[in-house]
């Protein structure tokens, strides 16, 4: 079954940077874009950026210019740099991958943006 598991986040001052990591298993990985969502408290779950199979990307004007989504197709993982990161850039960030109608979400990473 598909298996996403994030990794990463962590406390940080603001301007600071952060790497997200994304396991993932379960699937013919390279063949299917990938997509960073992030979800801050009392806020419906956004688009952070996404990373097709030919590893086109294309970010929320939010984080365009700080984060860079890549993958790995070797280790079938997924990253997100965070960097130049603000307080609003506060939330739990989820891998996901998107099936037609279904969407598979990892448990989270929690990004705290704080001085």
């Not at 688009?47 to 210019?65: C, E, H, N, Q």
């Not at 891998?95 to 943006?113: E, I």
């Amino acid at each position: 079954q598909v298996q996403l598991v994030e990794s990463g986040g962590g406390l940080v001052q603001p301007g600071g940077s952060l790497r997200l990591s994304c396991a993932a298993s379960g699937f013919a990985f390279s063949r299917y874009s990938m997509s960073w969502y992030r979800q801050a408290p009392g806020k419906e779950r956004e688009l952070v950026a996404s990373i097709t199979a030919g590893s086109t990307t294309d970010y929320a004007d939010s984080v365009k210019g700080r984060c860079i989504i890549s993958r790995d197709n070797t280790k079938n993982f997924i990253y997100l740099q965070m960097n130049s990161l603000k307080p609003e850039d506060t939330a739990v960030y989820y891998c996901n991958l998107a099936l037609g109608s279904l969407n598979y979400w990892g448990q989270g990473t929690q990004v705290t943006v704080s001085s």
